[in-house]
């Protein structure tokens, strides 16, 4: 489908689309727009090396915001520290001065007294927090990973593959045993928390321990909170309350992402409490919902492929050659960089992959997705566009609106390229041939997507890039950085990836506030197995025939990518401090 569009011809691209997300009746509100494309500037592109101690220049570009526009964001916003919703940060600047200098003037026993409390609410905070966005664990090599709903065994084998145990970085692991309790625990207690379950409760008169005070200190409405803030509801619980008549609620994450008024006052929001005839199921339902709640967002690829499955992993269009990879992936090495394969199921007319939902667990993400490989092309596409060409109109038109004097007179006659033709022809017009890899798009925490990034050549701006995405975070860089360099052992090791053309294959890049960064292998549409007993490198230039698909250069690329950005954030962090110290 061809969906350019003229008006991103010039400088930066921003398209501010509400994340699309999917309901639980399976209904995909799937992104308009894809693969929308730019004019390519003719830069030389290649490497640039970084000297350590060194500070790296980048070159600047339109695509970004420049450096001091960079700062600050995620980091300086408080929003690591929340829990529900900005608590700290919506809490007006009289009231904090108000715990600093109450709690002064306090009787002991009064002190005592509030301990006591704070101690119980710390508690609820603890679990409700756990509750509705699940718990992660660090390892003890200092890896973690999702707790979501993955359970991976870990084999020494697989130990082999991380980072030195000093490392700070992150990484998201399957939960272990005891944890597991948890989880069942938690599965009981959600069981118990579910809508009907709650009816029914409701019907008896029962009242759950302590939900009461849960239930107020969601909404915002306790007084006696251990920070004697307003502690503003939730979006969704907002909205709830305002609808409290309603019999559905819609939980969109787009409803997530609604701002509560910060004029509201104490007494308004207590009376349309009260006025929520039956609360307790509401915010049950709540509970329930945002347990499920997905930032799910699909970033890049064939449009209407994709679908949010009840459990609450990503349904993919069947394609056998797929299924085929993921159901090899999860008895090799890169088990843990590729989404938990579940399988495949029937829906309507059509069959999907069922696999883990790489953005579960995450609040607000940023995604990148880079499209990695010398060549986005398969050897037999390049046979079939000499012997059987079919010529594509659509990708010749994509190829006029981004630059009408790429089409041959001989394509201007037909009005038509061929695929591989056109594959081609994006390959070396963006990073991929250079660089062995680009970046095929990032959506940001406000759900603005950026998707061109075709005149992205140069590691340099790659390092940019990068640097925006992650707002300079030193911590997201590094968890991004030690993840690849694992990656990068794990493919060495790997049977799958040295018998295996891969072609078309992902990295997705995400992280949220919480500094939770991750990196995963997808789309495997197009990786297929090498004939006989051959083996490929993935790290020598693809001629025609060797099947090499250039996989490592562009993994080699990232990396030397995000030294370089770790290098500008470090130093930065160094200036500000520096700056810091002499005005003080
Ligand atoms: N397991 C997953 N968890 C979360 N998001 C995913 C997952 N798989 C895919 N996505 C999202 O969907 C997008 C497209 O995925 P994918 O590349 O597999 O699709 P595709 O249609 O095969 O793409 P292409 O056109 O490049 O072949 C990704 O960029 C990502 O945003
Ligand atoms: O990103 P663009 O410029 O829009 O181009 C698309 C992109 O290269 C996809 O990877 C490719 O699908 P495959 O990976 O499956 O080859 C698709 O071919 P298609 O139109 O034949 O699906 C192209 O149209």
Known sequence: MDMTDDNHMEGMETETESKQTMDNDFSAILSDEMHQHMAISEKPSGCREVRVRSRPRLKSTKSFPPYSQCIGGLGEDGEGNNELNSESSNMPRENRNEVAHGTERKEDFELKARCARDEVKAKWRLRRKDRLWGSHEVDTDGWERWSGKRRVEESGRERECVLPPNSEWKHWRGRNSSSEIDGKEEEDEERKRSPVAEVE??????????????AEELLGLREDSTTHEWVSPHPILSKLLQSSSSSSVNFSSAESDEVVSEGED?????????????????LTMMHWSLRRQSSWVQLAGHQGTFQLSEGGEVLKLYSEVEAKCLDCLMRDSLRHFVPQYHGLVTKGEHCYIRMEDLLSGLRKPVIMDCKMGVRTYQEEELIKARTNATLRSDMYQKMMKIDPSAPSEEEHEQGGVTKCRYLQWRDTTSSTSTLGFRIEGIMMEDGSVHRDFRKIQTLAEVTEALLFITRRQLEILKAYHSRLLALSDALKNSLFFRTHEVIGSSLLFVHDHSSKASVWMIDFAKTTPVPDASQLRHNVPWAEGSREDGYLIGLTSLITSLSQAISVASWQQEDSCGEEKSVA
Do not use: I, L, N
Request: charged content about 50%; proline content about 3%; overall charge positive.
């Open 201 to 214: 409760k409701e019907g008896r008169g029962e009242t759950p321990e302590g939900e009461d005070e849960e």
């Open 266 to 282: 104490v007494g308004s929001k207590r009376m349309a409490f009260r006025k929520c005839r039956s609360w307790k199921t509401y």
